[in-house]
């Protein structure tokens, strides 16, 4: 079946550092979404993809979808002890249902 | 507008009991997902109602299984549980369901079977 890849599965950096996590689909992909979890909390959608090579920008986080739409990609520029969370990617082909990666859990140091 | 309502937030069952979780979604959304979140396993998906109608369906046993009110309410029953099935059971709310809209998901019920 479908498979989403998120990597990496943990991420501990510094506050200021810049931070990226990674999302990897062996089919095409119709469209990429993103949410984030904070610890303790339940998702909250960020952004969707739809566009091959589509890229967008929430403040300090940048959104990309490849070429091929096979991957993703979000990098959060300086991070803040506010982006503490886990991060999720979820994809689809189609109109199916959304399947999500594993999830990128980001710890800061401040 | 308010948001996702999941009942109850905790539950504690023995092996072999049965459970109902209760999902209200957004006012106006008209599809409802559940998901199973565990920390090995991250976000599995359950299932997806529309107007009532299962529309997807993830790879689980027969013993999960759900349905969906006119309302756009909806329960998720688990038979015969199992100590695997221990595991915090989100539901998110969309407008028309599918993959194409942003999905808004509820606090959760976590569930521990014992």
């Known amino acids: 079946g479908q498979q989403v890849m998120q990597i990496p599965q943990y991420q501990h950096v510094q506050e200021g550092e810049d931070f990226t996590t990674y999302c990897n689909s062996s089919t095409t992909l119709s469209n990429i979404q993103w949410y984030k979890q904070r610890p303790g909390g339940h998702p909250v959608f960020l952004i969707q993809?739809?566009?091959?090579?589509e890229v967008k920008k929430q403040k300090r986080l940048t959104f990309q979808f490849g070429e091929a739409k096979k991957n993703s990609s979000l990098h959060i520029t300086a991070t803040q002890t506010t982006d503490v969370g886990t991060y999720f990617c979820?994809?689809?082909?189609?109109?199916?249902?959304?399947?999500f990666g594993q999830g990128t859990r980001l710890t800061i140091n401040p | 507008k308010a948001g996702v309502t999941q009942t109850p937030r905790y539950l504690i069952k023995t092996r072999g009991q049965q459970v109902t979780l209760s999902c209200s979604p957004i006012s106006g959304h008209r599809s409802v997902s559940w998901y199973q979140q565990t920390p090995g396993q991250g976000l599995q998906f359950l299932f997806e109602y529309f107007s009532e109608t299962q529309r997807n369906k993830g790879n689980f046993p027969g013993r999960f299984s759900g349905r969906q009110f006119s309302n756009s309410r909806s329960e998720m029953n688990v038979s015969t549980l199992e100590l695997g099935d221990s595991a915090l059971y989100l539901c998110a709310s969309s407008l028309e369901g599918g993959s194409t809209y942003e999905q808004y998901f509820g606090p959760g019920t976590r569930l521990t079977v014992t």
């Open positions: 979820a994809g689809s082909q189609g109109a199916q249902k959304l399947v």
């Open positions: 993809l739809v566009k091959s090579g």
